[in-house]
């Protein structure tokens, strides 16, 4: 730019040169030169700028690209942005009909009644499943003793007679786990005064493949002395320890099982790994503008939280008889399994009569707001929080008959320490047996971390039959 400028003011504006021009600008002439001076005034100053005037244009021509282009690139910028600022606010109001191209409000996808031509709205949808018969598998007490439920019979622990690999795998496969399923035997001497009585089952010879409660036949005693105790998934490892308000920084390293359950690309809930492809969580927040199920995403393995590379979702259950706080579970299934590793493990389920008492310490973790009307965590929060009795919270003064079988508390009576809103269904675990176990889902409280008024969660050990029913439904 400045270079053509000093050009241009050595330029005359005539074309013609002066006399001193010309003393100025003498050169040796070669023989070819014309003798008609007034010719080689013409032609020498068009000399000299015929090629500078391709200078000047190609730099003017630039500048004026450049600019078009920057212009472009910022207007373009502007566009995009603004343009994504407006999709988020729509999405989150609206439902976009695609067939018929129109919006519906959101609360009208997934209400029970078409909006969109051929109900496109009502077809991706949260799903409720009501267990009406008793999943017949489980594993009980802090062993995991394998259990069989048979109707009249009841339930009966499984002897080790004739038990093969086939069964273990058969049997895991029920309880909705295929990895690492895993056998041990235990002395039905060692086992409690209640068990060791029985009653007993056990495998009839090649039965390997069928359902563990048709392959196996009452027994009064068990010929080996031995019963079968299962761990079916590589589960519950975690960290070395243990907004949540009032809790401390947390790496999701130790917590592999903590999700975070997105809408528009924003933290909505808390969730629990249980296996490569089913998270646990709240019934409670997949109601209202949250029943289209494929506006979730599954954030898994990171600290911090963010909304990049989130899993998407193909079926949202919740359980059928949520209502007032009482139930209040639900299930994702992811579209594919995710690969484990660190920062990405399931938690495991608690076998039936894990015998929690008041006073044992829990951990509750989550992004939830970090304080009664603050705002979400950035990173990840722990808090270890003891169990609450029955009896103490079902107590007038502090929850009453608020307080169903399905539920559990869990905090400080004093305050100071609690799940808040964000880390609603989000886990509630308990080390034991060197694994940490889902004893609980972030569900209720009255505010957070107030005096006399304890978090409440969900009592998953009321809510594992629901479960099974529905990894075994949704296979
Ligand atoms: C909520 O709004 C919420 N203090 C979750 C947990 C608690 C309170 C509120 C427990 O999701």
Same mark, same amino acid.
């Given at each position: 730019m400045s270079e053509s400028r000093v050009h241009q003011t050595k330029q005359p504006s005539s074309g013609v040169l002066t006399k001193t021009q010309q003393a100025d600008t003498q050169q040796p002439r070669d023989t070819t030169d014309p003798l008609n001076p007034l010719q080689q005034a013409v032609l020498r100053p068009g000399r000299h700028r015929k090629p500078m005037t391709p200078h000047r244009n190609t730099a003017s021509k630039r500048k004026r690209v450049v600019l078009t282009v920057l212009t472009v690139i910022v207007v373009l910028g502007i566009l995009v942005t603004a343009g994504y600022f407006i999709k988020q606010l729509i999405d989150t109001k609206y439902y976009f009909c695609k067939r018929s191209i129109k919006f519906i409000p959101l609360d009208k996808a997934c209400d029970g009644t078409s909006d969109c031509t051929d109900g496109e709205d009502e077809l991706t949808c949260v799903s409720s499943f009501t267990d009406n018969t008793t999943f017949p598998v489980r594993?009980?007490?802090?062993?995991?003793?394998?259990?069989?439920?048979?109707?009249?019979?009841?339930?009966?622990?499984? $002897?080790? @007679? @004739?038990?093969?690999?086939?069964h273990t795998a058969t049997t895991c496969q029920q309880l909705g786990y295929t990895q690492n399923p895993q056998r041990t035997v235990l002395s039905v001497t060692a086992l409690g005064a209640s068990l060791s009585k029985g009653p007993f089952t056990a495998v009839q010879s090649g039965t390997g493949t069928s359902p563990i409660q048709?392959?196996?036949? #009452?027994?009064?005693?068990?010929?080996?002395?031995?019963?079968?105790?299962?761990? !079916?998934? @590589?589960?519950?490892?975690?960290?070395?320890?243990?907004?949540?308000?009032?809790?401390t920084d947390a790496l999701i390293q130790d917590w592999p099982w903590q999700v975070s359950l997105q809408q528009n690309g924003g933290h909505t809930c808390g969730g629990s790994l249980v296996?490569?492809?089913?998270? +646990?969580?709240?019934?409670? $927040?997949?109601?209202?503008?949250?029943?289209?199920?494929?506006?979730?995403?599954? +954030?898994?393995g990171k600290t911090y939280m963010s909304s990049l590379g989130g899993a998407t979702v193909d079926r949202i259950v919740k359980n059928g008889r949520y209502g007032s706080n009482d139930y209040d579970i639900a299930m994702v299934r992811l579209s594919s399994p995710l690969s484990l590793g660190e920062g990405r493990r399931p938690v495991c389920l608690p076998p039936k009569d894990l015998g929690l008492i008041a006073g044992s310490p829990l951990v509750v973790t989550g992004w939830g707001y970090l304080e009664e009307k603050g705002k979400t965590s950035a990173s990840l929060q722990k808090a270890s929080i003891p169990l609450i009795s029955r009896e103490k919270c079902s107590s007038p003064a502090i929850y009453g008959s608020n307080i169903t079988p399905r539920m559990i508390c869990a905090?400080?009576?004093?305050?100071?320490?609690?799940? $808040?809103?964000? #880390?609603?269904?989000?886990?509630?675990?308990?080390?034991?047996?060197?694994?940490?176990?889902?004893?609980?889902? +972030?569900?209720?409280? +009255?505010? !957070?971390?107030?005096?006399?008024?304890?978090?409440?969660?969900?009592?998953? #050990?009321?809510?594992?039959?629901?479960?099974?029913?529905?990894?075994?439904?949704?296979?």
């Open positions: 594993l009980i007490t802090p062993a995991g003793v394998l259990q069989v439920y048979n109707e009249g019979a009841g339930w009966r622990s499984v $002897c080790g @007679d @004739d038990w093969t690999e086939k048709t392959a196996t036949i #009452d027994r009064t005693e068990c010929r080996t002395g031995q019963v079968i105790s299962l761990t !079916c998934s @590589d589960c519950g490892q975690g960290g070395s320890e243990e907004r949540i308000v009032g809790g296996s490569p492809r089913w998270v +646990v969580s709240a019934a409670h $927040c997949f109601t209202g503008t949250k029943r289209e199920v494929g506006r979730w995403r599954a +954030v898994t905090g400080l009576l004093q305050g100071g320490v609690d799940a $808040c809103q964000g #880390d609603s269904g989000g886990p509630l675990v308990r080390l034991s047996s060197s694994r940490w176990r889902l004893v609980g889902v +972030v569900s209720w409280g +009255v505010g !957070c971390a107030r005096q006399g008024r304890p978090g409440v969660y969900s009592n998953v #050990d009321q809510l594992l039959n629901w479960i099974h029913s529905v990894m075994e439904e949704n296979q």
